[in-house]
Nanobody, 116 residues
Framework: QVQLIESGGGLVHPGGSLNLSCVAS????????MGWFRQAPGKQRELVAR????????NYSDSVRGRFTMTRDVAKNTVYLQMNNLEIEDTAIYYC?????????WGQGTQVTVSS
């Protein structure tokens, strides 16, 4: 059974940083498109960053490009999202996703709150 476990969320001030982790079990992250999504209250879930399977190429949404960096450690079966220069608008629940064709797996989410 595929499981994705996120961690690393928390409360930070604007301009601060957080590093989210997503550990996968029951599968190998290398075979999936791995992504980070977020959902703010009253808004739709949106894609923040994605690493295409079998590559190290990361793509980012316009709202986070230049501030967030997604990486993958195949040996640890883990993906990360380094978030720098956080803004109040980044406040959301962040979800890890593994996707291939029509199959999706989701983590339980980790809360990120940016507040002064």
């Amino acid at each position: 059974q595929v499981q994705l476990i996120e961690s690393g969320g928390g409360l930070v001030h604007p301009g601060g940083s957080l590093n989210l982790s997503c550990v996968a079990s029951g599968t190998l992250i290398y075979i999936w498109d791995m992504g980070w999504f977020r959902q703010a209250p009253g808004k739709q879930r949106e894609l923040v960053a994605r690493i295409v399977r079998k590559t190290d190429d990361a793509n980012y949404s316009d709202s986070v490009r230049g501030r967030f960096t997604m990486t993958r450690d195949v040996a640890k079966n883990t993906v990360y999202l380094q978030m720098n220069n956080l803004e109040i608008e980044d406040t959301a629940i962040y979800y890890c996703n593994a996707n291939f064709l029509r199959t999706d797996h989701w983590g339980q989410g980790t809360q990120v709150t940016v507040s002064s």
